[in-house]
């Protein structure tokens, strides 16, 4: 077995000591290979390319003619300052540079730079020009001339950098050091003599999805690339790897973008036609209790790709879609996108992400974290270890176009060839990923993530949905939200055929959750998780109470200030969905019942549950309901559901709760 390892060593990624300023603005050029790739304002800020690529970029500079004996590039920096030395990152081809100019703040011209230009046996490096001393004026820009048919080939110009330092800039890469010996294992029991793609492990880290090239089990005379799947072994290896066959694989290319946490949705590249033919899109399928549903194509507002390839991802709230497509608005090639569900079903038109996660190169296989503020993804954009490197970034806020700058894998992931599609279960643990072999064939690896390398941890909540009076499965949609917003979150389907659900939970907030069908009344749940500080998982099953019989439903997500009556903002979903129950069946009365704990005076506890229990009827009242279908009692500590015993006891016994009374029309 290839097992590929790394030792990181802290020095590797030490950040500069000096204070560096990378060039801000483009004051003028002699040519361009293209208004976005190759441009001059790729040169701009620091380097992107250097070290590590290996050929032309398009994140740098490359002048329009390759045999030209006069090129140029003028930037300018945001602050002016006076410097020891100046930094050119020479991408391609080294050496073209003969003559650098800078100009002060009066616009003077000062050369400090001439050579005679001679090819050099590397193909790119960082020329650092050192002054005798501090420069008496402050540099405001920088020229730099290239000779282009003295070093034969193209020439090009990553970055422009300028320093009051005598300590060398270097080109770096933007990895976490000091992560000490990391081990990538090829996963023996998927990869096979054909290329293994695309691997999307299960949230809850049980099943391994992947697709498969040219693989003689695979469907259609021309065995395209198909979907298959594996189960992993309580040892942690996993099963023989199996077809996913129809109506999920067909004659086409088909690949598998991510699936849901319950495990019951899957999303799929392109759009499946009735013919079985293909086009470019993004598609959706369920689990069903015959299997696979054909998958349908989602209605995205104004969707194109004008690239060849395109890449998808599907949140775990099943709210977020991530587009990895090339558009009018893209900085070069591919781009990622997003797209938000509507209410109507449909998605809103992609947004891009911006600069601080596109480049003028193509990005590849997105995946955001289970607690969807992590963004892992694929680049050549960016300064890495090889051809293509995974990369790290967390989103800042909502706008999705603010993130952090970008964070290298480094090399116990990033290996000197071409690596993508990261994918990584709700737990952390593990990243799977494919990289490129000695023999140029695409196997899966597997590893254990350092925990710098981790997203925020979150909750896996799992449980079975049933019929609170047969006690049997129900196929439903369980819904989440966030009682502190106000506002719901996302949704899973359960299994329709153990009625099994699952939802994913991220930490930092107080989550209520229900099911809901038709003719059912809902019994929701509510879990804090305000205060998490590593992944776990929890148990809880869903009841769904007939209508006819519901007796004594407890309103869980209900919320007083303690040892008052006044209602928490964050009860408002729950009582929205009493008032909108009541609205929906106008013959319908309750009965609502107030409970306290032990602690305290008995008499006290029992005029608070009278208390508590009114002020969830004055809230139906002020939303439009009749008060003559509302009676409130209150019981005080006299009606126990389980003994005061703890604390998670008493909360349980302090609860407001309605009976149903269903009036003859």
Not at 103 to 118: C, G, L, M, Q, S
Not at 404 to 421: E, Q, R, V
């Amino acid at each position: 077995m290839i097992v590929r390892y790394c030792v990181v060593m802290l020095l590797c990624g030490i950040t500069y000591a000096q204070v560096v300023q990378w060039a801000s603005e483009v004051i003028d050029f002699s040519s361009q290979m293209d208004i976005k790739q190759f441009s001059a304002k790729q040169a701009l800020g620091e380097p992107n390319s250097l070290p590590q690529q290996d050929g032309l970029s398009p994140c740098a500079w490359l002048p329009s003619s390759k045999d030209s004996e006069e090129e140029y590039l003028w930037v300018g920096f945001k602050k002016p300052m006076r410097i020891r030395q100046i930094a050119i990152a020479e991408n391609c081809n080294p050496s073209a540079v003969y003559l650098v100019e800078v100009f002060d703040t009066e616009n003077k011209k000062h050369v400090v730079y001439r050579a005679i230009p001679e090819k050099l046996p590397v193909k790119g490096r960082m020329l650092n020009i050192f002054l005798p001393s501090l420069t008496p004026y402050k540099v405001k820009s920088v020229r730099v001339w290239l000779d282009c048919k003295a070093v034969k080939g193209w020439n090009q110009i990553d970055a422009i950098g300028i320093s009051p330092s005598t300590d060398t800039i270097k080109a770096q890469i933007n990895f976490i050091p000091g992560l000490g010996l990391v081990f990538a294992e090829p996963l023996e029991a998927i990869n096979s003599p054909y290329d293994e793609l695309g691997p999307v492990i299960s949230f809850d880290g049980e099943v391994l999805y992947f697709t498969r090239n040219n693989h003689p089990e695979n469907m259609g005379p021309k065995k395209k690339q198909d979907i298959w799947y594996a189960k992993r072994k309580p040892d942690g290896s996993f099963e023989p790897p199996k077809n996913l066959g129809p109506p999920i694989n067909n004659e086409g290319h088909n690949y598998i973008c991510s699936i849901t946490p319950d495990g019951n949705t899957m999303l799929l590249a392109n759009i499946y036609l009735p013919n079985g033919e293909m086009k470019k899109g993004v598609s959706l399928s369920h689990r069903t209790e015959k299997g696979w549903s054909f998958p349908k194509p989602l209605k995205i507002k104004n969707f194109y790709n004008k690239h060849k390839f395109g890449e998808y991802f599907l949140s775990a709230s099943g709210r977020i879609l991530l587009l990895c497509i090339e558009r009018d608005d893209s900085y070069g090639s591919k781009d990622i996108y997003v797209s938000f569900l509507q209410e109507n079903g449909t998605w809103s038109e992609p947004k891009n992400l911006g600069p601080i996660v596109n480049t003028a190169h193509k990005e590849i296989s997105p995946f955001l974290a289970a607690d969807e503020r992590t963004l892992y993804y694929s680049t050549a954009g960016l300064s890495g270890f090889g051809r293509s490197d995974m990369f790290m970034t967390r989103r800042l806020d909502d706008t999705w176009t603010n993130w952090t700058k970008p964070i290298n894998l480094g090399p116990m992931i990033n290996s000197k060839g071409w690596d993508a599609y990261y994918s990584i279960p709700a737990s952390g643990e593990y990243a799977y990923f494919v990289t490129q072999t000695e023999h140029n064939r695409s196997d899966i690896f597997r590893i254990k993530l350092p925990p710098e390398l981790r997203p925020q941890p979150v909750c896996i909540v799992e449980g079975i949905v049933k019929d609170s009076v047969s006690q049997k499965p129900l196929s439903v949609k369980v819904y989440y939200e966030s009682l502190t917003q106000g506002k719901q979150l996302g949704y899973a389907y359960s299994n329709p055929e153990d009625g099994r659900y699952k939802i994913i939970l991220p930490a930092g907030d107080l989550y209520g959750f229900l099911a809901v069908k038709e003719g059912y009344v809902s019994v929701s749940q509510f879990l804090d998780l305000r205060n998490l500080k590593k992944f776990k998982t929890i148990h809880q099953d869903l009841s769904l109470i007939p209508i006819e019989k519901a007796k004594r439903v407890r309103l869980n997500n209900i919320f007083f200030e303690s040892g008052k009556a006044e209602l928490k903002m964050e009860s408002t979903a729950e009582l929205q969905r009493l008032v909108a129950l009541l609205k929906k069946y106008p013959n319908y009365r309750i009965l609502l019942e107030g409970h306290t704990d032990d602690v305290g005076d008995e008499d006290y506890n029992m005029d608070l549950s009278i208390r508590r229990a009114k002020a969830v009827r004055d809230y139906l009242v002020k939303h439009g309901i009749d008060p003559s279908r509302i009676t409130y009692k209150g019981y005080g500590e006299t009606r126990p559901l389980v003994p005061n015993d703890s604390e998670a006891h008493r909360a349980i016994n302090r609860r407001v709760e309605y009976t149903v009374i269903i009036e003859e029309e």
